[in-house]
């Protein structure tokens, strides 16, 4: 079998644990400190605060409705998201509803392995009532905005999308971005497959999410890395972006 595809699938097999129970000692059972739930917010940064998430006006509460009519959606308007739905849609995806122990873990809307929540979340906004277009990253321990860079991303964010021009134009799209060590300080060279693993578990939370809300979604796993990363300074090694998902109001399509 090719090497490269060799490698592949060996990633997605647990064997990664089997070596680490054999052979190898994570940092935490070496003693050394965890790192922080999630990254510092800096001197000087300017913290936006979001509404009651859970303030939001639902179009539906049904499961079975959410979950049977979930799609990926490609076709926005040009209409604005309110903050409200945006406040729910990030609650939805990694907020955070208790801190246990001395900071020593957090709990979630969404599950992760050990509960590690080794995601970052950013932002690009392009309509959003109430904020500036331009970067954001979600403090999840304050359920609020840090904003990075006011300024008009659409091109940058759609070259980013490989030229997805969704990605650009919707009203916000979701960045997560992982934070290895988070999960490696515990689970060593086991914790990568499973730090996947809990992406996909904060981008379904965000298309039932938008479904409940009459909004429209679409994962996206086609970018460029280092583009990507460089927009929202992620230095590419210890923080790096995964998944995106744009978000808009549907567009009405005439049937
Ligand atoms: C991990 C992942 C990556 C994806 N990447 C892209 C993408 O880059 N561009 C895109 O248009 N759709 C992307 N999609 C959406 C899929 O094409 C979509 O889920 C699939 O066609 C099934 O359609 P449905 O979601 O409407 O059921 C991705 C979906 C997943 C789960």
Redesign the pocket.
């Known amino acids: 079998m090719e090497k490269l595809i060799k490698e592949g699938r060996d990633f997605l097999k647990s064997n990664r644990f089997e070596l680490l129970a054999k052979n190898i000692q994570s940092d935490q059972s070496r003693g050394v400190q965890q790192p922080p739930l999630e990254k510092p917010v800096k001197e000087g940064e300017i913290l936006i605060d979001l509404p009651d998430p859970k303030s939001v006006q639902l179009k539906e509460r049904d499961i079975v409705a959410i979950i049977e009519n979930r799609?990926?959606r490609?076709l926005f308007d040009e209409s604005p998201l309110s903050l409200e739905q945006l406040s729910f849609l990030l609650w939805a995806t990694q907020g955070v509803k208790s801190i246990m122990g001395n900071r020593y873990a957090t709990k979630r809307t969404v599950p992760s392995a050990g509960a590690r929540h080794p995601y970052e979340t950013y932002l690009w906004v392009k309509r959003v009532d109430g904020l500036k277009m331009g970067l954001y990253r979600y403090v999840a321990l304050q359920h609020k905005l840090a904003l990075i860079h006011e300024g008009d991303y659409t091109i940058d964010m759609t070259q980013a999308a490989m030229g997805?021009k969704f990605v650009g134009e919707c009203a916000c799209t979701f960045v997560w971005a992982v934070v290895p060590y988070r999960g490696e300080w515990r689970y060593h060279i086991g914790s990568h497959k499973p730090m996947l693993l809990d992406a996909g578990h904060a981008?379904q939370n965000l298309y039932l999410a938008c479904q409940s809300l009459g909004l429209g979604t679409?994962?996206?796993?086609?970018y460029f890395q280092e583009p990507l990363d460089n927009l929202f300074h992620l230095d590419g090694e210890e923080e790096f972006s995964v998944?995106l998902s744009p978000v808009g109001v549907l567009k009405k399509v005439n049937k």
């Open positions: 799609e990926s490609r997805q981008c679409c994962a996206i796993a086609a998944y």
